[in-house]
Every structure is written in structure tokens, then in C-alpha cells.
């Protein structure tokens, strides 16, 4: 149930983020990525939910939610940021935020996992997750 929530907030998250973007950006590749985002997130989250429904699982946040604090600060930044610096801000956040969240299904989630639907569908969306970090990176590349 925690590791449902998990990935259900990190795909929330995402999708929040990946919506500033697209509403703040002054690029039209950055509001795109942050479309992107949206979309992407939006369904494997639903894929989330919809197994956590078939298999009966309440997502339960941990009790010490320190994700949910940080995206709470990470929005604030970025909402605060000046537009001259967002599109900068916002891709290193979504670097930082996909390497976070690789880094947390490798070495805690997909470990912990015991119902192999659940497994499969995380180890299916981590290339995804790559993909929106590299991404990610390239448009930085060209902001700096």
C-alpha cells in the first residue's frame, strides 16, 4: 500500500510540475516537455490506480511523507522563481526529480515489492522515467 502511494504522488507530482511548465515557459520545447509530462504521468498513474483497485490496495502514504514536503518547497520555488530563470529551474528540478525517483525504485521500491503485477508494472515505467531525465538534461543543455 506505502509503495502504491509512492508511486501514485510521484506521477501527482510530476504532473504538477510538468504543468507549471507548460503554463510558465517561455519555450515552446519547455512547455511541451512540461506537456509531455502531464500526459505521460497522468496515464501511469492511472495504470497505478486501476492495478491498486484490481488487487484491493488502499495507497498509504508513509507516515513521515518527506516526498510530499519536498514537492510542496519544489513547487513554491518554482512558482517563485523569475521567469527569466524557470525554464533553467524547472529542468534541473525534473533532472534531480527523475534521477530521485530511479534512484528510489532500484534500490527501495522495486526490492520491496512482493506482488509481481505490481513489480511488472514498475519495472515496465522505468525506462519511461529514464527517458523524461535525459530529456530533461538535453533541454538543459541547450538552456546553458
Known amino acids: 500500500a506505502t509503495i502504491v502511494a509512492i508511486f501514485d ?3 501527482t507530482a510530476d504532473m504538477e510540475t510538468g ?3 507548460a503554463e510558465r515557459s517561455r519555450s515552446q520545447e519547455v512547455k511541451d516537455y512540461g506537456a509531455m509530462l502531464v500526459r505521460d504521468h497522468r496515464q ?3 495504470m497505478g490506480r486501476d492495478l491498486a483497485a484490481k488487487l484491493g490496495v488502499t495507497p498509504t502514504p508513509p507516515k513521515d511523507d ?4 519536498d514537492h510542496a518547497l519544489a513547487m513554491r520555488r518554482l512558482r517563485e522563481v523569475p521567469a527569466a530563470d524557470f525554464d533553467r529551474a524547472f529542468l534541473q528540478h525534473e533532472v534531480a526529480f527523475h534521477k530521485a525517483v530511479l534512484d528510489a ?4 521500491l522495486i526490492p520491496a515489492i512482493d506482488n509481481a503485477e505490481l ?9 519511461a522515467f529514464q527517458a523524461h ?4 538534461q538535453a533541454l538543459l543543455d541547450k538552456v546553458d
Open 105 to 108: 525504485m532500484n534500490s527501495t
Open 44 to 46: 501511469v498513474r492511472q
Open 66 to 69: 518527506q516526498g510530499a514536503r
Open 133 to 136: 531525465m535525459m530529456a530533461a
Open 9 to 11: 504522488a510521484a506521477n
Open 119 to 127: 513489480k511488472e508494472l514498475v519495472e515496465k515505467v522505468a525506462p
Open 19 to 21: 504543468q507549471l511548465a
